[in-house]
């Protein structure tokens, strides 16, 4: 973390805010203004970490955050990719005291760091920005419930195809696999690298991608899809 980056961005002026935000009258955006601070983490530096107490609700201004599982030391889970517009740790608002996944940054990521006493201020004060900022986030539920039928009904092959097919929709802009390497792949997928490492390169061989360094291309994403959905 670059102590240097601490900012106090104003967040009326932040482009990159949240849409959520631009709901809420000047006096409420000075307010929450005044419970955040801006922080970059470099890449490859953890943000925050699984069980560690939970002060805060993070909104990604910018940069690419990996949000994993961890069971014991060494087995991990990837969940999903939090990028730019995205919140982490939401349901800490609520009733949770600690993270419960850890993230972190696979480029350098810029964070605001949002007191989450004052946001659950703000969101029973304002019932339309709760209603915006929360629906916001319904949709991770969908990814939660792909991981879940992933690990219970799906073989190898079909684990990897769910894979392939999140990772590529989930920062179609740019080169996602840039920052994953073939154990992040095979941590999505909820298998072995050597697995992970084997069927890419029979999907390769069966012209469903391009593989060109560490870079994954899908050619056939219809094809692709029939192999998840037979699982």
Do not use: H, W
Not at 92 to 111: G, P
Request: hydrophobic share 40%; aromatic share 10%.
């Amino acid at each position: 973390m670059d102590l240097n980056t601490y900012d106090d961005n104003n967040c009326a002026e932040c482009k990159k805010a949240s849409k959520c935000f631009q709901f809420l009258i000047p006096d409420d955006l000075e307010f929450i203004n005044s419970k955040k601070k801006q922080v970059t983490y470099l890449k490859g530096e953890q943000i925050f970490k699984q069980g560690a107490f939970a002060p805060y609700v993070l909104y990604v201004v910018e940069g690419l955050v990996k949000i994993f599982l961890q069971s014991g030391s060494i087995r991990q889970l990837n969940i999903t990719l939090a990028k730019q517009g995205e919140f982490m740790a939401f349901t800490s608002v609520f009733d949770n005291d600690v993270y419960n996944y850890s993230a972190m940054a696979l480029k350098d990521t810029t964070i605001c760091m949002i007191d989450k006493s004052a946001l659950r201020q703000l969101l029973l004060k304002n019932p339309d920005f709760a209603l915006r900022i929360t629906s916001r986030n319904c949709k991770n539920e969908n990814r939660y419930l792909e991981i879940i039928k992933n690990i219970s009904f799906k073989q190898m092959r079909g684990k990897l195809a769910s894979t392939l097919l999140y990772l590529s929709d989930a920062s179609p802009e740019e080169n996602i696999y840039e920052y994953l390497t073939r154990q992040d792949i095979a941590d999505f997928a909820s298998i072995t690298v050597e697995s992970a490492v084997k069927f890419i390169k029979e999907f390769e061989k069966e012209g469903l991608l391009k593989l060109n360094g560490k870079e994954i291309e899908i050619l056939e994403r219809r094809k692709l899809m029939e192999i998840e959905l037979r699982g």
